[in-house]
């Protein structure tokens, strides 16, 4: 790993997260909302959210119908991390005085920078998920770290429901040369 | 006064830039730059009765990369002509 290439990356994730909190602050002070979003963190997936997906967001699944992703956070970022242009976002509020992981996302830029493709989401199913949800937060992260890549637009590469992501501005796109299902919304800069 | 001379000099002889700091500061210029002209964030574009009313408890929000591990280096893949 070259550190100053993982530096700079990592300085504009950390910034384009700054950018979302600083978004979020200012809606809460001017038009309310602060009950919902009251306490959130937006960080990087380390070894808490790792293994707080592996041991607390199982206990939930049967109720929701999810059962897990094919593989274990642990190991997607493990593939993701060599790339130090990779995405990633862990969303963690205090619910009731308890650290809660509300959810996670991967994804990595395409080799020219063109566009941001999320490649991973996943969500808790514990009664203390947030109301208004993670996509809210992760698609705004994914957007601006985006911008500060230099990339036109952000795909979302084979989402379970892609019409959730419609009203998030989210519309069918199609690729050559590639598999899976891609959604896409074009940057405004 | 030739000692304060001196002492001025000697202090602008060291400093701590490395690859690092020179990444982190390349980083922030890159940060300046793009927000310069200001930017409209997600949350932004959303009005102010959507935000209060805002309900994804119930969204389907997974996403899951059909090629698994698989993290190949993406071309930069042609949309197709609509």
């Known amino acids: 790993m070259h550190l100053p290439d993982f530096a700079y990356y990592y300085s504009l994730r950390n910034a384009s997260r700054e950018k979302v909190a600083s978004a979020i602050n200012n809606k809460i002070k001017t038009v309310g909302g602060l009950e919902a979003w009251n306490h959130l963190t937006l960080c990087s997936i380390d070894k808490s959210s790792i293994d707080y997906a592996r041991i607390e967001w199982p206990k939930h699944y049967s109720k929701s119908g999810h059962n897990g992703l094919q593989y274990s956070w642990d190991k997607l970022l493990y593939r993701f991390a060599p790339r130090p242009s990779y995405f990633d976002l862990a969303v963690w509020q205090i619910v009731d005085g308890e650290k809660v992981l509300q959810g996670m996302a991967l994804g990595k830029p395409s080799n020219g920078k063109h566009h941001l493709t999320i490649n991973w989401i996943e969500r808790s199913y514990a009664p203390t998920y947030m109301k208004p949800g993670v996509l809210f937060p992760i698609l705004a992260c994914a957007e601006e770290y985006a911008k500060l890549l230099g990339c036109n637009q952000v795909l979302i590469k084979d989402p379970e429901d892609p019409t959730v992501f419609r009203r998030y501005g989210y519309a069918p796109y199609e690729l050559r040369k590639v598999s899976g299902n891609y959604i896409s919304k074009e940057l405004q800069t | ?82």
Do not use: C, F
Not at chain 2, 56 to 73: P, R
């Open chain 2, 1 to 82: 006064m030739s000692k304060t001379i001196t002492a001025n000099a000697a202090a602008l002889t060291v400093e701590t830039t490395d690859e690092l700091t020179l990444a982190i500061a390349a980083a922030h210029a890159r940060v300046s730059e793009v927000y310069a002209a200001g930017s409209v964030t997600l949350i932004d574009t959303i009005s102010n009765k959507d935000w209060l009313e805002w309900d994804g408890q119930h969204e389907n929000a997974i996403v899951a990369d059909s090629d698994g591990l698989e993290v190949a280096d993406e071309e930069e893949a042609l949309p197709v002509a609509a």
